[in-house]
């Protein structure tokens, strides 16, 4: 393309809508990320069964709304906690006798994520789902020349409310100096009479129940199927390894990652967008390993 011909296509407003959706696809890798990295962050578990947590929490949505009569608003946090539970099974039943052991971890929860996602299919079918939400989450805001979805924005807030949260959770309570003391030293934590074992249970339990609370949300952004966590996953991986395992590294890696890849699409398409994305995440990784902002000590 010449330079004249691109400067005379560039559209200022088009490429500020653009940022804005950066924005909105950010937050929502960033959510599906977050639950990835708290399970990862604490035990060091490689949670493959991650997308299948999202897809349970769109399908826990959609059954408590036509089986139920529940409201979307009550469907959110009804599917965080039912996720959580699952995840808690999970944990209890399985992932508890893996940890130290990342191989059998990794194959362990891809066969989860299998079993989960035909489960599923069993009990709802394979033909897509759809979750019903308010008429206001359908409109759009009008601001000037910028459009903005409303649902978005929704999605921009919750995740704002999470990453705050969850910021609180682990550096402002006495869970929070539990759970960091665990990561830094699991046994000099025990000689101080913290419970590992319950550490790791809760905080599976949580990060399962982030996922569900995403893919509640997914679920309205995209129609729900048993394979739709795939989608969301491979995503929720790249945040996590980027920002090096860590809360702050994930808001970071989320955000850049989400503005990159809108610019990217504005100037050629989604697909060429995405492939530019993952050559810079991979070129990235040759040079920094550990990630935008590695763990502070290493886990032992």
């Known amino acids: ?12 407003s088009a490429f500020i809508n653009a940022l804005i959706l950066g924005i909105s696809i950010a937050s929502i890798w960033l959510i599906a990320a977050l639950g990835l990295t708290i399970i990862y962050g604490t035990a060091g578990v490689i949670n493959m069964a991650h997308g299948e947590f999202i897809m349970l929490g769109a399908y826990s949505s959609y059954m408590l709304q036509n089986y139920f009569g529940l409201p979307f608003l009550l469907c959110v946090p009804a599917a965080f906690v039912i996720v959580a539970a699952v995840g808690l099974v999970l944990e209890r039943g399985l992932i508890r006798y893996l940890y130290k052991r990342p191989l059998d971890t990794l194959l362990a929860t891809f066969g989860v994520s299998l079993v989960l996602m035909q489960g599923v299919r069993l009990i709802f079918g394979s033909d897509p789902k759809y979750l019903a939400v308010p008429s206001i989450f359908t409109s759009n805001f009008q601001l000037g020349f910028v459009n903005i979805s409303a ?115 504005y100037f050629t398409n989604d697909t060429f967008a995405r492939f530019v994305l993952y050559v810079l995440i991979v070129v990235f990784l040759r040079v920094r390993p550990q990630g935008l902002f590695a763990p502070s000590a290493t886990r032992r």
Do not use: H
């Open 1 to 12: 393309m010449a330079a004249g011909s691109f400067f005379g296509s560039f559209d200022p």
């Open 151 to 265: 649902f978005r924005v929704i999605v921009l807030a919750i995740t704002i409310a999470a990453v705050v949260a969850l910021w609180a959770l682990f550096y402002r309570t006495r869970f929070g100096v539990q759970v960091r003391a665990v990561m830094q030293d699991k046994e000099m934590a025990a000689s101080f009479g913290i419970n590992s074992d319950r550490v790791y249970m809760l905080t599976f339990a949580l990060g399962a129940g982030l996922a569900g609370l995403a893919g509640s949300l997914f679920g309205v952004l995209n129609i729900v199927l048993p394979t739709m966590g795939m989608g969301y996953v491979v995503q929720a991986f790249l945040v996590v390894v980027v920002g090096g395992g860590t809360l702050i590294g994930s808001v970071v890696a989320g955000g850049a990652t989400g503005e990159l890849q809108s610019i990217f699409a």
